[in-house]
Antibody, heavy 121, light 106 residues
Framework: QVQLQESGPGLVKPSQTLSLTCTVS??????????WSWVRQPAGKGLEWIGR???????NYNPSLKSRVTMSVDTSKDQFSLELSTVTAADTAVYYC?????????????WGRGTLVTVSS | DIPMTQSPSSLSASVGDRVTITCRAS??????LNWYQQKPGKAPKLLIF???NLQSGVPSRFSGSGSGTDFTLTISSLQPEDFATYYC????????FGGGTKVEIK
């Protein structure tokens, strides 16, 4: 059974870079059937799609975050990562990593449990 | 990108009620529309993909319909475990989620 697990610092200072890693267990990140995504959710608010990455390294980002987001993948470790630069308090949220079923009509079929990242000095 | 608008933002219903949630796209997205359920403190769960396809393991009381700009999630007979927040998400152009609909106990 495939599982996703987010890891990374729970506290980041303003103006610094938020870095998170998602480890895929029970399956391979290089499967042709899937690619990988990050979604975040501020406390009490809705979901915001951050972007997606293929095992090849190709990416698509939310235009509103594109200038600050970098996603990468490490196929040798079955991990993919998120970096969000120049963070502010508005970036405080639960960050989820997720598996996306490929195809034109793609969708997220598996989520990590989420990790809370707080931006504060 | 294509923003999504859900309505209502919240509703109160009783067990056994038929519940309908609407999601509207700012432009046509064909049937590139997914629905998720989220309970407090938990990750979202996929219910419906491509507007009307029930995800494996999801009870048949959930159904989705629509195409173009207007979509509906219907719960035919609300059960106690269905009290949650529901989100639509378009996958036509990158991605965007609706603002959510919280289904509360009446």
């Amino acid at each position: 059974q495939v599982q996703l697990q987010e890891s990374g610092p729970g506290l980041v200072k303003p103006s610094q870079t938020l870095s998170l890693t998602c480890t895929v267990s029970g399956g391979s990140i290089t499967s042709d059937s899937y690619y990988w995504s990050w979604v975040r959710q501020p406390a009490g608010k809705g979901l915001e799609w951050i972007g997606r990455i293929y095992a090849s390294g190709d990416t698509n980002y939310n235009p509103s975050l594109k200038s600050r987001v970098t996603m990468s993948v490490d196929t040798s470790k079955d991990q993919f990562s998120l970096e969000l630069s120049t963070v502010t308090a508005a970036d405080t949220a639960v960050y989820y990593c997720a598996r996306v079923v490929t195809g034109n009509k793609w969708y997220i079929d598996l989520w990590g449990r989420g990790t809370l990242v707080t931006v504060s000095s | 990108d294509i923003p999504m608008t859900q309505s209502p933002s919240s509703l109160s219903a009783s067990v056994g009620d038929r519940v309908t949630i609407t999601c509207r796209a700012s432009q046509s997205i064909s049937d590139y529309l997914n629905w998720y359920q989220q309970k407090p403190g938990k990750a979202p769960k996929l219910l419906i993909f491509a507007a009307s396809n029930l995800q494996s393991g999801v009870p048949s009381r959930f159904s989705g319909s629509g195409s173009g700009t207007d979509f509906t999630l219907t719960i035919s007979s609300l059960q106690p475990e269905d009290f949650a927040t529901y989100y639509c998400q378009q996958s036509y152009s990158r991605a965007a989620f609706g603002g959510g609909t919280k289904v509360e106990i009446k």
